[in-house]
């Protein structure tokens, strides 16, 4: 898709100044060549003022319909907002005729994220989805090992994901509200890392349970949890292939992250969040582990790349609204499935070229 006419730089407002807001994207858009960030908007007022503040020029609102109706020559708009306020943040952009980077996932169901990119796809704008882990090296790496067949025929794939309970960190709070548990939030990453790698699934089942029922909100208060912290899926992918994912946000130590992929020949994975090597171990070499360098994530590749791609100096990256949109199903009779202890088809599907790079000589 060809971009429509931006800016050079793009003039871009970044909404939602919290945790990832302002901690990854409000640096990296600020200095960037690509971007010129005129405005910051955050429904907590002084958390837009103090991103303005960290960025001249930058000129801060509290709502979606202040920021519309002043600014009215932006190019993209990446938000950054709790899940529950995606759709309507995106959707307010798209029908202005600005280009959008969502954090994950883009809508809180399927048919919400759908309408969006449909909506996208009339307007002739990019929907750029979260997360970008897709566009990573080390992805971009072991999808290269599964084209090479180094690891033989594919048969499974694990994934485990945790995360320690952090009392008062703002992300719990909207963690407490229907439809944002840990499969909208942590199980996001490996459904579409291992769709990535395996291709589409054709099946899920899903078991789910909350560690902590009640937590402790920001503001100090005890609230109930409106939905699960943790979870076990087992994916069944149109290759045969199966892979399971154990998933946590109430893990209790430090974070973690392990994904592994298990072939007839041998493995390969990751270990830790944004690692620095992939392992390798294949039966010919003794099982013998070895380790594949690659260099380390950036936080913020997935609009950074949005931002060349619209500038028309980058390829278009690895993350797919199919694949973004497949995943949203996914997520969606994860639910189903948990509700119902029952296996659950999927309807969609995506082709694993569009989460190959093209052109620039990392993928094929
Ligand atoms: N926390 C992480 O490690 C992490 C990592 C990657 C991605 N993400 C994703 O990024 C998003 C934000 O996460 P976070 O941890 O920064 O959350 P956060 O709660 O720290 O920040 C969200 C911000 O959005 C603001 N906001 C809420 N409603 C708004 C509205 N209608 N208009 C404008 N602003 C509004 C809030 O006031 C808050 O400042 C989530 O979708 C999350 O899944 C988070």
Redesign the pocket.
């Given at each position: 898709m060809a971009a429509s006419n931006p800016h050079i730089p793009l003039k871009v407002a970044l909404?939602?100044?919290?945790?990832?807001?302002s901690s990854a994207y409000l640096p990296m858009l600020c200095s960037e060549p690509w971007t010129d960030l005129v405005a910051v908007?955050?429904?907590?007022r002084s958390?837009a003022q103090s991103a303005a503040a960290r960025c001249p020029g930058a000129t801060c609102y509290a709502?979606?319909s202040e920021l519309l109706a002043s600014e009215t020559t932006l190019d993209l708009v990446v938000n950054?907002?709790?899940?529950p306020?995606?759709e309507p943040?995106t959707r307010a952009a798209l029908e202005r005729g600005i280009h959008v980077y969502s954090?994950?996932p883009l809508a809180q169901t399927y048919e919400a994220a759908v309408a969006l990119s449909s909506l996208s796809a009339e307007r002739d704008l990019c929907l750029f989805p979260?997360p970008d882990t897709p566009s990573s090296a080390w992805l971009q790496r072991l999808a290269e090992i599964v084209e090479a067949g180094d690891l033989g025929y594919i048969h499974s794939a694990h994934c485990r994901i945790g995360e320690a309970f952090t009392l008062g960190r703002?992300?719990e709070?909207?963690l407490l509200g229907p439809n944002v548990g840990v499969l909208e939030?942590l199980v996001v990453y490996p459904l579409t890392e291992l769709t990535a790698l395996l291709g589409p699934a054709v099946g899920v089942f899903a078991l789910l349970t909350n560690a902590r029922p009640s937590r402790v909100a920001v503001d100090g208060t005890m609230a109930y949890a409106a939905n699960y912290d943790t979870a076990h899926v087992l994916l069944q992918h149109a290759t045969g292939a199966v892979s399971s994912i154990d998933a946590s946000s109430s893990c209790g130590m430090p974070d973690e992250y392990v994904l592994e992929l298990r072939g007839v020949n041998g493995r390969a994975g990751i270990r830790g969040k944004r690692p620095q090597s992939v392992t390798m171990a294949l039966r010919d070499s003794g099982g013998q582990v070895r380790d594949i360098p690659v260099p380390e994530d950036d936080w913020c590749a997935g609009v950074r790349y949005a931002a060349h791609y619209l500038s028309g100096v980058g390829d278009r990256p690895p993350i797919s609204i199919s694949h973004s949109l497949h995943v949203t199903e996914l997520i969606e009779r994860c639910r189903d499935s948990a509700a119902t202890a029952a296996y659950c088809g999927l309807d969609t599907s995506f082709s694993v070229r569009d989460v190959r790079w093209v052109g620039d000589g990392r993928g094929e």
């Open positions: 909404v939602g100044c919290g945790f990832v807001g908007c955050d429904s907590d958390r709502s979606m950054a907002t709790p899940p306020v995606h943040v954090e994950k979260a703002a992300r709070q909207w939030d």
